[in-house]
T-cell receptor, first 117, second 108 residues
Framework: GAGVSQSPSNKVTEKGKDVELRCDPI?????LYWYRQSLGQGLEFLIYFQGNSAPDKSGLPSDRFSAERTGGSVSTLTIQRTQQEDSAVYLC???????????????FGPGTRLLVL | GQSLEQPSEVTAVEGAIVQINCTYQ??????LSWYQQHDGGAPTFLSYNGLDGLEETGRFSSFLSRSDSYGYLLLQELQMKDSASYFC?????????FGTGTRLQVFP
């Protein structure tokens, strides 16, 4: 597609349930990033992928969070046993390669707004 | 550790000039980027400085001083549509570290 897409756009779930968030990056972009943004806050880095590998998982808040990427394209962020503090906007971005130069602009998707009741 | 500091909020009137500062502490620094985010929207790329000096893109300019670990975004001829949050981000290693954002409100 023309841009990064994410689904669902909104998700309301009950505490304790598992959720899956999907990101479809721009075709040809090898790097993919997940961020979390709480209301009125900055972007909190969660994880990034280069191809299907995740060299840096240091931002994942707990072992309830996991992510995978298959075929160098679509990525899924899974949150198990959701808690109310997981409520936030989850943003995905993709770039041609890893951060480090002007050609590595990150293009963001519209985000998934997660509300845990 | 890594940290970025920018003002939480800035206000200005249409037609004015505003400067948003960003100071950072990081290892493995490659460059400083700026992103704009309208309420309810996704961040979009504005500019990047890999070297010291000023980069100009239309009404927006960005500056970097690596020796001072400091940069700024300069917005000229402000328009109402410029009301948004602005994030500085440092390229460190393989990822971008974002600041907490500066909310710019432009008044008529």
């Amino acid at each position: 597609g023309a841009g990064v897409s994410q689904s669902p756009s909104n998700k309301v779930t009950e505490k304790g349930k598992d959720v899956e968030l999907r990101c479809d990056p721009i075709s040809g972009h090898t790097a993919l990033y997940w961020y979390r943004q709480s209301l009125g806050q900055g972007l909190e880095f969660l994880i990034y992928f280069q191809g299907n590998s995740a060299p840096d998982k240091s931002g994942l808040p707990s072992d309830r969070f996991s992510a995978e990427r298959t075929g160098g394209s679509v990525s899924t962020l899974t949150i198990q046993r959701t808690q109310q503090e997981d409520s936030a906007v989850y943003l995905c971005a993709s770039s041609l390669r890893l951060a480090g130069g002007p050609w590595e602009t990150q293009y963001f998707g519209p985000g998934t707004r997660l509300l845990v009741l | 550790g890594q940290s970025l500091e920018q003002p939480s909020e800035v206000t200005a009137v249409e037609g004015a000039i505003v400067q948003i500062n960003c100071t950072y502490q990081t290892s493995g620094f490659y460059g400083l980027s700026w992103y704009q985010q309208h309420d309810g929207g996704a961040p979009t790329f504005l500019s990047y400085n890999g070297l010291d000096g000023l980069e100009e893109t239309g009404r927006f300019s960005s500056f970097l001083s690596r020796s001072d670990s400091y940069g700024y975004l300069l917005l000229q001829e402000l328009q109402m549509k410029d009301s948004a949050s602005y994030f500085c981000a440092v390229s460190s290693g393989d990822k971008l570290i974002f600041g907490t954002g500066t909310r710019l409100q432009v008044f008529p």
